[in-house]
């Protein structure tokens, strides 16, 4: 027996459409992280793109649960020394609600290459319920997710 490794003739991609609407923010992220991957399919090989295109639409109607909304920060570093910026969840909720998931996305993929290359260009998050990707024909996809 050999160890399967896929090769780019291998791969095949499919778009698949998320309804963020109601849903906990965390728990989505990790699905969506693994199918960007590819982790869903058998054919996954950890140093190759094997995963598929997600939109992500209503993602100014994703929930956090607990107090998260009241305590959670955004950091970012402007470069200079001490000065930190940490950004309150719902400041950016308001005000782009596609980061937030894009963020929560990163956030459970590895820190490679790779996942940044995954992450732009295969990932399309949308605040409302249009977007302009229906010629790709997107499959609605349901997670399986309990609430908490």
Do not use: C
Not at 100 to 113: D, H, T, Y
């Amino acid at each position: 027996m050999k160890t399967f490794s896929a090769t780019p003739a291998d791969i095949d991609r499919q778009w698949f459409i998320v309804d963020a609407d109601g849903m906990v923010l965390g728990r989505l992220a990790s699905e969506i992280a693994k199918i960007l991957r590819g982790k869903h399919k058998p054919i996954f090989t950890p140093h190759m793109d094997t995963g598929d295109n997600v939109i992500v639409i209503n993602a100014s109607k994703v929930r956090v649960t607990g107090k998260k909304s009241e305590q959670k920060t955004y950091f970012s570093h402007t470069g200079y020394m001490g000065h930190e910026r940490l950004t309150p969840y719902a400041s950016v909720a308001a005000k782009h609600p596609e980061r937030v998931i894009e963020k929560a996305v990163f956030g459970m993929l590895p820190k490679s290459a790779l996942a940044r290359q995954v992450l732009r260009l295969k990932l399309r998050v949308y605040a409302g319920s249009e977007h302009p990707h229906v010629a790709q024909k997107p499959t609605a996809l349901t997670f399986d997710i309990k609430s908490a």
